[in-house]
Structure formats: structure tokens, C-alpha cells
């Protein structure tokens, strides 16, 4: 029986999933391949302490390179799969090698959407921000006084933002949709954070869109809104979105949904292959969802880990996000899905508040601005599946404490 597992995507859920298995005490061959050419490491800091170069490389690394070496993990960095055959349980390389495997797990992540090239999305200048390679080509273009425009209003577009007010640039930010954050947060945390961006100088643009970047020497130089205006810019980020990495599995058979999908216990639709992270759809309160977070990346992979060797439960999540934009610290606890109530309680500190979502009665989730303690009675809560008096929230007499019961 071959006893191998090789792991495609070398990122938070990749080798977490291969330290799982080592914890677990799979003792076979375990091989984890990356596209890019160094080891696992974190990808959050990337678009806030590293671009501002706050961090050195080599603390984004989840482990030293020599230290897969030391578990016995054979790590392929800059190894790049073509192609899966179920069947024969064997994987094309590119460069014509194939490698044989006994079980296989798929932690792709997901890839940023792109500006069409039709209005200018291929010009130089112009950047997403997902891994290292984009975070170190966007570094040089932060420079006092330059022009960002930054295109979408999501967590990766604020923090963006941030990032590049603090290194002295002029930052435009605009937002198709009628508010910021319009697919994550209620409209009080969006509100919020667009009055906290415009306090530092961004000029926010809400319900604007971009028609076309230019550049007449194949640099952006230019940028045309939908409100009429045109901006000079040096520098163009693009946040608005990403969708999972799928084609690997598409090719190989395998059943899709928003993602890969997968049964509770990170399993394909295909016997000896599991997939967990930003790529793998899974059940989730009678219906299927997708989480893009660190939280899911390691508790899906791990849950998978336990699946393969045959010590598997059924993975529940226990979702938590944060965000970092200035000197604040957004913490998420929870899914606000179907929520239709917002109880705000004010922070013990000045600046700190938090939003707490409800369906009914039912405590669903929390965003934390600089309120550390909201956030981890609110996630206690919400991890136990327990609620708490939306009256009692409010007061800012009550102590947080003593909604835990």
C-alpha cells in the first residue's frame, strides 16, 4: 500500500496540513509542492508590516527552510502541476516528470480578479495584492508624494490604502457598490472605517467606479472614474476579489461548487484526493460556503489531515479575521450571514467600539475595533453557540464578563 501523501500548494493551509500529518503520526513520505520559489509563509502581513517593511522576509516564513527537512517533509518550491490522473493516482509535473502518490491533497488557494486588459488592466504600474512576488514589486512605488489610486473597497483595498497614506502618498480609494465593505461588514463598521480613512487623508470615493486606466508608453499614467473625473497616478492597486483555484481539479473531474467541493470532512468527490483552504467549498448550516481566512486555512487542513489518516471528524469552523489599517485592529469574530440586528457598545478605551450582529436573539458575530476584550467574549459566545441580551450590549455599564453567564 503506498502510504505517500503529496500536498499542491505550499501556502498557510498547505503546510499546515503537512505539519498536521507529521503531528499526527503519519510516518510515510509527505511531499508539498509550491509554485513559488520560497517556503510557506504568512500571507497577512504582506499587504500591512511587510510592504512598509516592518517585517524581513524571513519572519514571514512559517518555518525555516532547513526545518521541512528536519520533519521529513519534502518541500518542492517553484514546482509547478499540470495536470491529476485519479485513476493512476499520479500527478504531471511541468517539465514532463510525473510523481506517484497515495493519497493527495489540493490547499490552492485562490487567485485576485484582474482589471481587463481592455481598460488598461495589463498596464505597468498597475498591481493586485496577494503573495510576495506582488508585495515586493508594489514596495518601490511607495513613495512620498506619489499617486495611489486604489481600486476596491474590501479589506485588501483598505489596508492597502493604509498603507500606502502612511508612506506619504496621495491615495484615492474608489468603490463601485454604494458603501465600502458591502459583502463582509454592516453598513455602522463600513461607516466607520470610510470616516477613519477620510480623517487620514484618503480621498474615498463611494458609488464610483473605474472606466479606464491609461498610459501612452504602456505605464499608467491615468485613470478615468465614472463620476466624470480623471486622476494622474503613479501607482494602481487592485482589490476586488479573488476567485478559488480550481482548474487543476476541473481537469481532473472533480466535482465544483463556489470552489472545490468537499464533504465535512475535507473529501473530494474523488476516493484518495481532499482539498481544504481558500479553494474548497464545504457544508456549512445546510447550505456550502467558501472561507478565505487563516482560521479556515489551518482548522480545514488539519481536519483534513485527520480525515487521511483515518482519525476524522466532521470539520465545524469557528471563524475569526482580522484587519490592520493605521493604528487599528479590526477583529472579527463569527458569520454575520442572515443577521438583522446591530447592537454598537463603546469601547472602555477611547477610539475602541464594537458592533455586535443579531438574528433575533441570536449572537452571530462581532467586529472589535481596538476592543479586544469585545472581541473575545463576543467569540466565546459565538463559538459555544451561545447568545447574549442585546439590551445588556448596549449598556456600557455592563460588564462584558457577565454575559458569559
Known amino acids: ?45 504582506l499587504s500591512k508590516a511587510y510592504l512598509l517593511g516592518e517585517m524581513p522576509l524571513d519572519r514571514l516564513y512559517l518555518k525555516p527552510a532547513e526545518a521541512w527537512a528536519d520533519l521529513n517533509v519534502t518541500l518542492r518550491t517553484g514546482t509547478r502541476v499540470i495536470g491529476i490522473d485519479p485513476g493512476a493516482r499520479k500527478l504531471a509535473l511541468k517539465g514532463g516528470e510525473t510523481l506517484a502518490y497515495g493519497k493527495l491533497a ?79 461588514a454592516c453598513p455602522q463598521t463600513a461607516q466607520w472605517f470610510a470616516a477613519r480613512h477620510r480623517a487620514e487623508g484618503v480621498d474615498l470615493r463611494e458609488g464610483t467606479s473605474l472606466v479606464r486606466l491609461t498610459g501612452p508608453d504602456g505605464t499608467v ?69 467558501r472561507l478565505e481566512s487563516v482560521q479556515n486555512a489551518i482548522d480545514q487542513a488539519e481536519a483534513a489531515a485527520r480525515d487521511m489518516l483515518d482519525q476524522g471528524a466532521d470539520y465545524i469552523p469557528k471563524p475569526w479575521f482580522w484587519s490592520d489599517q493605521y493604528d487599528v485592529k479590526l477583529q472579527i469574530a463569527g458569520l454575520n450571514t442572515g443577521y438583522d440586528r446591530i447592537v454598537t457598545r463603546p469601547g472602555t478605551r477611547d477610539g475602541a467600539i464594537s458592533h455586535w450582529y443579531f438574528a433575533g436573539d441570536q449572537l452571530l458575530a462581532v467586529d472589535a475595533m481596538n476592543d479586544p476584550r469585545a472581541y473575545m467574549i463576543g467569540k466565546r459566545l459565538v463559538d459555544a453557540g451561545q447568545s447574549a441580551d442585546p439590551a445588556a450590549v448596549a449598556d456600557p455599564a455592563t460588564d462584558l464578563k457577565s454575559l458569559l453567564g
Open 106 to 184: 489540493l490547499t490552492l488557494g485562490a487567485t485576485p480578479l484582474r482589471l481587463p486588459a481592455t481598460i488598461g488592466g495589463n498596464l505597468d504600474g498597475v498591481f493586485t495584492m496577494r503573495d510576495l512576488a506582488d508585495a515586493d514589486a508594489i514596495a518601490p512605488h511607495l513613495k512620498p508624494g506619489a499617486r495611489a489610486l486604489v481600486v476596491g473597497g474590501g479589506y485588501i483595498g483598505l489596508e492597502a490604502a493604509a498603507v500606502a497614506r502612511k508612506s506619504g502618498m496621495d491615495v484615492t480609494l474608489v468603490e463601485a457598490a454604494d458603501r465600502i465593505l458591502g459583502r463582509v
Open 1 to 45: 500500500m503506498d502510504t505517500s501523501i503529496v500536498i499542491i500548494g505550499a501556502g498557510q493551509a498547505g503546510a499546515s496540513l503537512a505539519l498536521a500529518l507529521r503531528g499526527a503520526g503519519h510516518d510515510g513520505p509527505v511531499t508539498l509542492i509550491g509554485q513559488e520559489p520560497v517556503p510557506p509563509y504568512q500571507r497577512p502581513p
Open 221 to 289: 499614467t491615468a485613470a478615468e472614474l465614472s463620476d466624470g473625473t480623471t486622476l494622474e497616478v503613479d501607482l494602481v492597486i487592485v482589490g476586488i476579489g479573488v476567485r478559488p483555484e480550481t482548474a487543476l481539479a476541473e481537469g481532473a473531474g472533480l466535482v465544483l461548487d463556489n470552489g472545490i467541493a468537499v464533504n465535512a470532512r475535507a473529501r473530494t468527490t474523488e476516493p484518495g484526493i481532499w482539498a481544504a483552504g481558500d479553494c474548497a467549498s464545504f457544508p456549512y448550516r445546510g447550505g456550502r460556503i
